[in-house]
């Protein structure tokens, strides 16, 4: 699937691409955060998801973000997930989530983390948006998804590290 490029403030080129996915179901270890620290907030809660041996349940393919209930609520309830395996037990202290159907902005994110995806999360919402002729947000989710460390020599910290944000969005 080709991407569409849209020219950003000082010639920026954004890459994103529009994909309808149906509803899935993810399980994952969930926690509230607040907007004005979830920049440092999140990454010590991944730390903890592993340092805690949750890690051998839920290996982190996705990060949800979700702020359905209420736009005007200073804090939004995040994921740490998987794809959800309806043959397996879930584990105490997990959830199931169905993320319903949509169109998607899928942007790609390249190198180490968390700054590669705190930067493009950060130019959606600044520019990508604010700027975009053809959409606009359709829902309060944001999905982080991740690749796996493991096919980088230096893991997440490797600078060709690949990741991607999803934005739920319709056409204006």
């Known amino acids: 699937m080709n991407y569409r490029k849209i020219e950003l403030e000082g010639g920026y080129i954004m890459d994103y691409k529009i994909v309808e996915k149906d509803s899935f179901t993810i399980m994952g270890i969930s926690r509230m955060f607040k907007y004005d620290n979830a920049t440092m907030k999140i990454p010590q809660f991944w730390t903890e998801h592993y340092q805690t041996g949750k890690g051998k349940f839920v290996c982190g393919m996705y990060g949800i973000c979700i702020a359905e209930s209420t736009m005007d609520s200073d804090e939004f309830e995040y994921l740490i997930a998987d794809d959800y395996n309806p043959s397996l037990e879930i584990p105490d202290g997990f959830v199931t989530k169905v993320i319903p159907k949509h169109t998607w902005a899928i942007f790609p994110c390249k190198g180490a983390m968390p700054k590669s995806l705190q930067d493009v ?15 606009e947000i359709a829902a309060g989710y944001n999905i982080e998804m991740y690749t796996d460390p493991a096919d980088y ?7 060709n590290y690949y990741s991607e944000i999803w934005i739920p969005v319709k056409e204006k």
């Open 121 to 135: 999360n950060k130019k959606i919402f600044s520019e990508w948006l604010p700027n975009c002729k053809d959409y």
């Open 153 to 159: 020599p230096q893991g997440t910290q490797d600078e």
